[in-house]
């Protein structure tokens, strides 16, 4: 299979067809992914959580998620892969981009960070030094201790507005990705039509253009899963036809449904 891009990843936005992006942090299930048809991973700092045993991302080091971009690069060498820059990493542009050569050197193709519009300058000397950046908004979970907890986010109009406003500053800023967290299904179809680039969805319903999950919540192992987690072993009874059960109900608009969504 040919290695997957960037400008793939937006023609398939041009052409509505909607993909499935999942976690993993290992090369086993990497190679497993991609064999099913698995075209773009996220090294996501969620392995704080699936892979530690902590109770939040804040823990996890870039040392840590360089040695599991590693793992996956050697399990699906032509996966595009996606590493998430962890907490404080990426507290000023300069320390930016020191981070995120050490996690591309590691096999990234593209860096993920969490926040709004002061992220714009971070963004803009990134793209300027060969790094693609992925944001993530809505329900950004290295800001816990500020949420007050892991809720759905832009729900009142003041809110939903800024995150509208955030994501436009974003992708003029230079950002080609974007994660959107645990928010209405109507905030996060209004995203997807504003911007131009593929916008991934996670508890946001079925417009955006692509989704994203924990494999461990598409997989059943997590103990108390999220209302937009779907356990598709369960439906499928092995690993292989899970993922493949997956990837086709998000191509076909079933997963996420309604009761995976937020009104
Ligand atoms: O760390 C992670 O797995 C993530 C996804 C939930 C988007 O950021
Ligand atoms: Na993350």
Same mark, same amino acid.
């Given at each position: 299979m040919k290695p997957i891009s960037l400008a793939d990843l937006s023609q398939f936005k041009k052409d509505k067809h909607k993909f499935a992006t999942i976690t993993a942090y290992d090369s086993s299930f990497a190679q497993l992914f991609a064999e099913q048809g698995i075209q773009v991973i996220l090294v996501g700092?969620?392995? $704080?959580? +699936?892979? =530690? $045993? *902590?109770s939040s991302t804040?823990?996890? +080091? @870039? *040392? =840590?998620?360089?040695?599991? +971009?590693?793992? @996956?690069?050697k399990g699906a060498p032509d996966t595009f892969i996606i590493s998430d820059m962890p907490f404080m990493s990426y507290a000023t542009p300069e320390q930016a981009c020191h981070n995120a050569a050490i996690l591309m050197q590691a096999g990234a193709n593209m860096v993920k960070i969490e926040g709004g519009s002061w992220l714009c300058d971070t963004i803009k000397m990134l793209g300027e030094r060969s790094v693609p950046v992925c944001g993530h908004l809505g329900l950004t979970p290295q800001a816990v201790n500020v949420l007050g907890g892991y809720k759905v986010q832009g729900r009142d109009e003041v809110t939903a507005n800024q995150l509208v406003k955030d994501a436009i500053a974003l992708e003029n800023a230079g950002m080609q990705l974007l994660v959107l967290e645990c928010v209405p299904t109507s905030l996060a179809n209004h995203v997807t039509e504003e911007l131009l680039l593929p916008v991934i969805g996670i508890g946001a319903g079925n417009g955006t253009d692509g989704q994203i999950l924990v494999m461990q919540d598409a997989l059943g192992i997590t103990a108390r899963p999220p209302k937009f987690a779907k356990n598709f072993l369960a439906q499928a009874g092995n690993i292989h036809d899970a993922v493949r059960m997956y990837i086709q109900e998000v191509e076909e608009g079933i997963y996420p449904g309604e009761s995976h969504s937020f009104s």
């Amino acid at each position: 299979m040919k290695p997957i891009s960037l400008a793939d990843l937006s023609q398939f936005k041009k052409d509505k067809h909607k993909f499935a992006t999942i976690t993993a942090y290992d090369s086993s299930f990497a190679q497993l992914f991609a064999e099913q048809g698995i075209q773009v991973i996220l090294v996501g700092d969620s392995l $704080g959580m +699936t892979i =530690q $045993g *902590e109770s939040s991302t804040l823990p996890v +080091t @870039v *040392e =840590q998620i360089a040695y599991h +971009t590693r793992c @996956v690069r050697k399990g699906a060498p032509d996966t595009f892969i996606i590493s998430d820059m962890p907490f404080m990493s990426y507290a000023t542009p300069e320390q930016a981009c020191h981070n995120a050569a050490i996690l591309m050197q590691a096999g990234a193709n593209m860096v993920k960070i969490e926040g709004g519009s002061w992220l714009c300058d971070t963004i803009k000397m990134l793209g300027e030094r060969s790094v693609p950046v992925c944001g993530h908004l809505g329900l950004t979970p290295q800001a816990v201790n500020v949420l007050g907890g892991y809720k759905v986010q832009g729900r009142d109009e003041v809110t939903a507005n800024q995150l509208v406003k955030d994501a436009i500053a974003l992708e003029n800023a230079g950002m080609q990705l974007l994660v959107l967290e645990c928010v209405p299904t109507s905030l996060a179809n209004h995203v997807t039509e504003e911007l131009l680039l593929p916008v991934i969805g996670i508890g946001a319903g079925n417009g955006t253009d692509g989704q994203i999950l924990v494999m461990q919540d598409a997989l059943g192992i997590t103990a108390r899963p999220p209302k937009f987690a779907k356990n598709f072993l369960a439906q499928a009874g092995n690993i292989h036809d899970a993922v493949r059960m997956y990837i086709q109900e998000v191509e076909e608009g079933i997963y996420p449904g309604e009761s995976h969504s937020f009104s």
